[in-house]
């Protein structure tokens, strides 16, 4: 065989192969229709794993345990603090506090924004150095509410506007860590972190615990602003905690709970109750049977 005969016949056999490189239509078809049959089974699969259970969404500071504790005015005195530490006189460092929290319902969220300040170091220097230990105990009747929260009808998550190291630290001390089955904290470690009562931090909520349906969020908070944000978001079932009469700080300022309780449109189908126990009734459905 002459070289040129070869060099046709290497050519041949190159063609020939590279053909098969070329799907047939109908191998294009029957490809199409697996990938389909795969999406629906995977889509299936998804819906039948949805969880459509309730979620009960509690709120830690002054919820969890009480006002009377008086942690809001140890950490209203840390916050001012570091206000004065940032070189801000005494007098702009009270309204600076108040404004921000006014504002954007946490003070450091204002001060991230216009100072860029470290947030973490201010966790650390604020939240951080509460005596926790020294205030709080295992809460034996907190326990038993969250225990006869009928799981099988309810999941329960905390959800607080501190940085995730204090939301551990405050449901470990009370005994009812193991109760909560997620928690959203603000991510101090995001210089563009959300907090309640941005509609952007109950979005990121309901995203983290794979959740859809609004209608069928709890939810309880201390602070009205924070649970007339979650029904103006369309949160089937809003609850106020209100221990009237009680001294908390809020912004720097003390504020006697419940003295600003003048009715509002806003807080129609939002239902106010003065000890957790109520929600037993508040929220019966989702209790076991006595």
Same mark, same amino acid.
């Given at each position: ?123 650390? !220097?604020?939240? &951080?150095?509460?005596?926790?230990? %020294? ?10 509410? =969250? /225990? ?106 003390? !504020?006697?709970? &419940?003295?600003?309780?003048?009715? %509002? ?10 000890? =957790? /126990? ?13």
């Amino acid at each position: 065989m002459t070289l040129c005969h070869l060099r046709a016949a290497a050519t041949r056999r190159a063609s020939g192969s590279l053909r098969t490189f070329f799907p047939t239509p109908q191998l294009i078809s029957f490809k199409l229709s697996a990938l389909i049959q795969l999406h629906s089974k995977m889509s299936t699969q998804a819906a039948s794993t949805q969880d459509d259970r309730y979620m009960i969404w509690l709120d830690i500071d002054n919820t969890l345990y009480s006002a009377s504790t008086r942690i809001s005015q140890a950490m209203g005195e840390r916050i001012h603090a570091y206000f004065l530490s940032l070189g801000f006189p005494e007098e702009e460092a009270t309204d600076l506090h108040h404004k921000y929290y006014t504002q954007y319902g946490l003070a450091l969220r204002g001060l991230v924004r216009h100072h860029q300040i470290d947030a973490l170091d201010f966790d650390r !220097k604020c939240d &951080g150095s509460l005596p926790l230990e %020294d205030i709080l105990e295992p809460d034996h009747k907190l326990r038993k509410l =969250l /225990e006869d929260m009928d799981r099988s009808k309810a999941r329960v998550w905390a959800l607080t506007n501190a940085y995730k190291t204090h939301a551990k630290r405050v449901l470990g001390i009370l005994g009812v860590e193991d109760q909560v089955e997620g928690v959203v904290f603000c991510d101090y470690s995001n210089p563009q972190f959300a907090c309640k009562p941005e509609p952007e931090y109950f979005h990121n909520a309901m995203q983290k615990a794979n959740l859809q349906d609004l209608s069928k969020c709890c939810f309880v908070d201390d602070s009205r602003a924070n649970v007339r944000a979650a029904k103006r978001l369309g949160w089937g079932r809003c609850v106020h905690f209100c221990e009237r009469g009680l001294v908390t700080v809020e912004g720097g300022k003390a !504020k006697e709970i &419940g003295r600003d309780g003048a009715l %509002d449109p806003e807080d129609e189908g939002i239902t106010v109750i003065t000890d =957790l /126990e109520e929600l037993r009734t508040v929220w019966s459905d989702l209790f076991k049977a006595s």
